[in-house]
């Protein structure tokens, strides 16, 4: 069995390279958000570290988080489990980065939407599609706002629309887009060029103070979005034929309730 999630420090211990997995799309499971956690958790000991880069294994970043996991009974500890990483990704001990291959859907966008830097693929693709499940991207609904505007992040989250790296790019939400092939070469090259010669102590305070109003934000606000979820959302009718019709693979039905 694969492991969910790999761990890569270079030999300086400048940088460190997270690079999660699921054999369906990688998606976002409460073991991957877990695994995750803990690797932040352990960065926190290196005091050379310079940046952290998050990224999914294989053709795409991620499909976004389990539909399984999102059903009635299971969402009351997961969501709050994803929050929690988002939180952690705020408090990170160095700068942060999404490389972003392929899709990067729903959760897996707010993964990469926490972190300092996005770096992507021309071809990559990013969404927040949950409103066709019948539900919303609490984290999203904050961190796409903060990053690209009000107007922007509205659209996304109302209409489900997915759009491409160029589009984001535009927004200004993208650092760095490149060629698949030549992605990581890109991003080390970004890293020589602007972060390796730095000092890992000065790195480490400039990122908090540079989050500190999204993170405020997003301590402030994140808590009323998540009860928002749980207690009122997730007892509608739609929210759970959604799960179910995703699950099933049909249209859902919506009642309106």
Not at 110 to 119: K, R, W
Not at 139 to 160: F, K, N, P, W, Y
Request: hydrophobic share 45%; with cysteine.
């Amino acid at each position: 069995m694969t492991a969910p999630l790999s761990v890569d420090v270079n030999s300086e211990g400048t940088r460190a390279a997270f690079q999660f997995f699921h054999p369906t799309g990688n998606i976002i499971t409460a073991e991957i958000v877990s695994a995750l956690r803990q690797a932040l958790a352990e960065s926190v000991e290196n005091p050379h570290l310079k940046l952290i880069t998050i990224e999914g294994a294989g053709e795409d970043f991620s499909f976004g988080a389990s539909v399984p996991e999102h059903a009635p009974g299971r969402i009351e500890r997961v969501l709050p489990e994803m929050h929690e990483l988002v939180y952690a990704l705020l408090d990170a001990p160095a700068p942060t980065a999404a490389i972003v291959r392929g899709r990067c859907l729903g959760g897996g966008f707010e993964l990469a939407l926490a972190c300092d830097f996005i770096f992507a693929s021309d071809a990559a693709v990013f969404g927040l599609p949950e409103i066709a499940l019948g539900v919303f991207a609490p984290a999203g609904s904050i961190l796409l706002a903060d990053r690209v505007g009000s107007a922007r992040a509205t659209r996304v989250l109302l209409t489900g629309t997915s759009s491409p790296a160029s589009t984001w790019q535009s927004a200004g939400l993208l650092e760095l887009v490149a060629d698949r092939a030549v992605l990581r070469e890109e991003v080390e090259r970004w890293f020589g060029d602007h972060l390796r010669n730095r000092s890992a102590a000065a790195l480490r305070h400039a990122a908090l103070a540079a989050r500190a109003g999204t993170t405020a934000r997003v301590r402030q606000l994140l808590p009323a979005l998540e009860q928002l979820y749980l207690r009122d959302l997730m007892h509608t009718q739609d929210a759970a034929e959604g799960i179910t019709a995703f699950l099933e693979k049909r249209a859902p039905r919506w009642s309106n309730r």
